[in-house]
T-cell receptor, first 112, second 115 residues
Framework: GENVEQHPSTLSVQEGDSAVIKCTYS??????FPWYKQELGKRPQLIID?????GEKKDQRIAVTLNKTAKHFSLHITETQPEDSAVYFC???????????FGTGTQLKVEL | GAVVSQHPSRVICKSGTSVKIECRSL??????MFWYRQFPKQSLMLMAT?????????EQGVEKDKFLINHASLTLSTLTVTSAHPEDSSFYIC???????????FGPGTRLTVT
């Protein structure tokens, strides 16, 4: 089955700096890669996703890149703000309606 | 966007009793729903895939006789934790994809505490 690894497990940045979180996956059939932000006690919130037919996607301060050959994808957050502090999870799926396999999570802390 | 609800949001039960958690898709039909469990400071781990009108598919290591799943309609799936024990205390979250879409919609989760 699919295995998703995520690094780093914790990340501390100064407000205004950029943050990068990286994930690798094992199943070459995976073609959908969402990123979630989860605050304590809350449901995961989709912040951006990418499909395998696209190499990069951007939405304001957030971007995701995908390298299918190397089987890795990354989340980039620019101009970080204190409200970006949360746990971020990457995930992979083999397509619409199929189960998600989650990475281990990254605790991001944005310090003033 | 599509909305998924869960009930209850929190439940405390005594060891040995059973607890039922409901997951509803409010504005779309969900032929498939997923049940995840999340322990503190850990990731979401898929427990089972709930399929409307058929048996659930359980992930390796998940006891199907302990975690009973019923998906009797296109908008409702239930997870029953039978003979709950303290080690079953966790955050249970369901999700459902809207047909034809890649995005999955998560319920708000249910915090189960077994005393």
């Amino acid at each position: 089955g699919e295995n998703v690894e995520q690094h780093p497990s914790t990340l501390s940045v100064q407000e205004g700096d950029s943050a990068v979180i990286k994930c690798t996956y094992s199943d070459s059939a995976s073609n959908y890669f969402p990123w979630y932000k989860q605050e304590l006690g809350k449901r995961p919130q989709l912040i951006i996703d990418i499909r395998s037919n696209v190499g990069e996607k951007k939405d304001q301060r957030i971007a995701v890149t995908l390298n299918k050959t190397a089987k890795h994808f990354s989340l980039h957050i620019t101009e970080t703000q204190p409200e970006d502090s949360a746990v971020y999870f990457c995930a992979a799926s083999t397509g619409g309606g199929n189960k998600l396999t989650f990475g281990t999570g990254t605790q991001l802390k944005v310090e003033l | 966007g599509a909305v998924v609800s869960q009930h209850p949001s929190r439940v405390i039960c005594k060891s040995g009793t059973s607890v039922k958690i409901e997951c509803r898709s409010l504005d779309f039909q969900a032929t498939t729903m997923f049940w995840y469990r999340q322990f503190p400071k850990q990731s979401l781990m898929l427990m089972a895939t709930s399929n409307e009108g058929s048996k659930a598919t359980y992930e390796q290591g998940v006891e199907k006789d302990k975690f009973l799943i019923n998906h009797a309609s296109l908008t409702l799936s239930t997870l029953t934790v039978t003979s709950a024990h303290p080690e079953d205390s966790s955050f249970y979250i369901c999700s459902a994809p809207d047909r034809g879409r890649y995005e999955q919609y998560f319920g708000p989760g249910t915090r189960l505490t077994v005393t």
